[in-house]
Each structure stands twice: as structure tokens, then as C-alpha cells.
């Protein structure tokens, strides 16, 4: 009996190894799904201004580990499409100056809230950290909503110029058609007054006629 000893408490230690990597994928699955998703550096867990080789030895590093092929969680599709979209944001120069732009404005506007400086102790604290996520949040949020904004009203602007067009259009087709109306009649017209012009001085002569015999 003692001699199998070794063995059950090796299968023991490679469960709870086993246990502990499920684990620490369904913190880390969590952990993502409940940080706000446009937060790129939030999601990647990684503080701004960090170099570029540590966003991918970080994403690699997490997204090994919640694989949905690696994992039975049923979150973990929408966590690792959220650590991709995160790490193409961070990979991407435009987005990341932007994102970069929206953390700095957070900050300057809890700093004018709190009436801060730079030098304060306050703005290197742990509160003052978690605030500074929260207003970030709230910034990239009215940054979106100014976005929607204006392109609802690029749209609106877009759907009157296209309107006006359409009836400009429908006027220049209208405007086409009764010229071309008008001028497969122009030759019926013309003929029609030529008949009448005729008609009319026929019409005189005969009158002249009958004039003149009865004075004669």
C-alpha cells in the first residue's frame, strides 16, 4: 500500500494544477467581461504609455490561457474576441492615440474636480487610480455618444442633399419629357396652322368675291 503512496499523491498534485489553471482562466474570463470593453488598456489589464512588446507578451499571454478551445467557460468566445479587439486597438497607432487622449482628459477633469495638481500625493493613490478609470469610462461613453450624434446627423444631412437630388433629378426628367412631347407635335402644329392660315385666306378671298359681284 505504501508503495502506491507516491503515485496517488502525484495524480493529487497534477489535479489540483489542473484545478488551479481552470481557475485562473475563469478569474482572468471574468475579469475581462466585467471591465468596461473600450477600454483597450482596462481589458488587456495594462496601464497607459506601456511599450509595444508588452501589449503582445501580455495578450499572448492571456489569450493562451482562455482559449475557448482551452477552456470549457461558457464566456470565454466573448472574452477572447474582446482581449483580440483590445490588443488590435492598442496595435493600432490612430486608435491608440485616441484612446490615449481620452485617458489624459479623465484625468485633467478628476484633477479639476478635486482641485489636484500634479504634484498631490492624492493622484498617485489607489482611490485616486480607480476614480481615474471611472471618469475615463464616462469620457470614452460621451465621446461615442458625440460620435453617434454627429453621424445621425450626417446621415440626416446626407438623406435631405440625396432628397433634393432625387427631385432635381425628377425635375429634369418631367422638364425632358415635355420637350420631347413637344417636339414630336411640332410638326402636327405647324401643319395644323399652315391648314388654318390657308383655311383663313381661302376663306377671304371668297368673301371678296361674293362682295365685289354684288356691287357689280
Request: no cysteine.
Amino acid at each position: 500500500m505504501a508503495k502506491d503512496e507516491p503515485e496517488i499523491e502525484g495524480d493529487i498534485d497534477a489535479e489540483l494544477e489542473a484545478a488551479g489553471r481552470e481557475l485562473d482562466k475563469d478569474t482572468e474570463i471574468e475579469r475581462i467581461m466585467n471591465v468596461f470593453k473600450l477600454n483597450a488598456y482596462a481589458v488587456l489589464d495594462l496601464q497607459p504609455g506601456v511599450p509595444a512588446s508588452d501589449i503582445k507578451k501580455v495578450y499572448r499571454n492571456k489569450s493562451l490561457l482562455i482559449h475557448p478551445d482551452k477552456t470549457t467557460n461558457p464566456k470565454a468566445p466573448d472574452a477572447f474576441d474582446r482581449l483580440k479587439k483590445a490588443q488590435t486597438t492598442l496595435s493600432d497607432d490612430k486608435e491608440r492615440a485616441e484612446l490615449d487622449e481620452h485617458i489624459a482628459d479623465a484625468r485633467m477633469l478628476l484633477m479639476r474636480e478635486r482641485k489636484l495638481t500634479a504634484d498631490d500625493e492624492e493622484t498617485r493613490g489607489a482611490e485616486f487610480a480607480k476614480a481615474w478609470r471611472e471618469k475615463t469610462t464616462w469620457v470614452i461613453m460621451d465621446n461615442e455618444k458625440r460620435k453617434r450624434r454627429q453621424m445621425e446627423a450626417q446621415l440626416r444631412e446626407e438623406g435631405r442633399q440625396q432628397k433634393k437630388e432625387e427631385e432635381e433629378l425628377a425635375e429634369r426628367k418631367r422638364k425632358r419629357a415635355h420637350d420631347e412631347a413637344w417636339e414630336k407635335t411640332r410638326d402636327s402644329r405647324i401643319n395644323n396652322w399652315r391648314d388654318y392660315q390657308q383655311g383663313k385666306a381661302s376663306g377671304e378671298g371668297k368673301k371678296k368675291k361674293k362682295k365685289m359681284k354684288i356691287v357689280g
